[in-house]
């Protein structure tokens, strides 16, 4: 008899809605991979309460004792500081990464170019506001992979406009709350500014609210990064002009494809790369049916 599949997903942060959508994902692959193989595929997601690097590798530790199939990994800080990873693949148990780079393809990968998304992102704001004027961009968890290279990218993009410059705006460390107060900060501290860019899903949400409070929607313009349901109502509204997005139901079942292929002693490949949306208010509404 079949034994029963088991795949644990480990978000950066628990209660966070872009990680619902990567369960969301992950729960109609093993759904599928059920059916097809006639067994139960279960797909759980163990996250750390906040983000950090040693929370989340002790997040990491409890689960090698469960034995899982398969566990996909979103890593707070680079591969080399996730020692608990290694302990889990000398296990022989298959890990991924979503939504991080493995600098070194020792691991296999599963999400989109974050320093395209980052430029994509700084491009488009540069050109709404005439690339002139003062541009905030609000980082995500700093030693995130993925946030990190948006941030660079973002900066490097915006540096090549000598009339734009360039203020802090914020750390929000993928907490909503935390991005709605630096935004605030922020606005009190530059009433003139132009633009706001930010490095992860939480920086848009905190910052949508932090705009309304303040009454400068349509005076900042916002481009920001992913498409989950409080960033596509967001653009709807105009508060936020459009956004570069991944696409994490997409990563959510590839994640638990590559490591079903990975348990069966199959050679996955080193990176999937999941694609880059842009939303605006002309396609906003596809988006938000998608969503269901």
């Not at 034994?3 to 990567?22: D, G, M, Q, S, Y």
């Not at 929000?172 to 633009?195: F, M, S, V």
Request: aromatic share 4%; charged share 20%.
């Amino acid at each position: 008899m079949l034994k029963t599949l088991r795949f644990v997903i480990v978000p950066k942060v628990a209660n966070h809605p872009w990680f619902n959508e990567i369960h969301q994902g992950a729960l109609a692959q093993a759904k599928l991979l059920g059916r097809e193989l006639g067994i139960e595929v279960l797909v759980e997601s163990i996250a750390p309460t906040i983000c950090d690097v040693t929370e989340q590798n002790a997040v990491l530790d409890e689960i090698l004792k469960l034995e899982p199939t398969g566990v996909a990994v979103d890593p707070v800080d680079a591969i080399t500081h996730m020692t608990a990873i290694n302990r889990i693949r000398a296990k022989g148990i298959p890990v991924v990464l979503f939504d991080s780079p493995s600098p070194d393809h020792s691991i296999p990968s599963i999400g989109n170019n974050f320093e395209e998304q980052g430029e994509i992102a700084a491009e488009r704001l540069a050109k709404l506001i005439g690339y002139a004027g003062k541009v905030a961009v609000m980082q995500g968890f700093p030693l995130a992979p993925n946030h990190q290279a948006r941030y660079e990218a973002q900066l490097a993009i915006l540096s090549k406009y000598p009339e734009i410059y360039v203020v802090d705006g914020g750390v929000d460390n993928d907490e909503i709350d935390t991005a709605y107060q630096q935004c605030c900060a922020t606005l009190e501290l530059h009433p003139d500014l132009r633009g706001y860019l930010c490095c992860d899903a939480s920086g848009p949400i905190g910052i949508a609210k932090a705009l309304k409070k303040s009454a400068k929607v349509g005076r900042v313009s916002v481009v920001s990064m992913d498409g989950i349901k409080p960033i596509l109502d967001a653009i709807k509204e105009g508060v936020i002009e459009s956004s570069s997005a991944t696409k994490p139901r997409m990563q959510g079942s590839m994640s638990i494809l590559m490591l079903w292929q990975a348990s069966l002693g199959v050679q996955i490949p080193q990176l999937i790369d999941t694609g880059i949306d842009v939303i605006t208010q002309d396609n906003v509404d596809q988006y938000l049916s998608e969503l269901g």
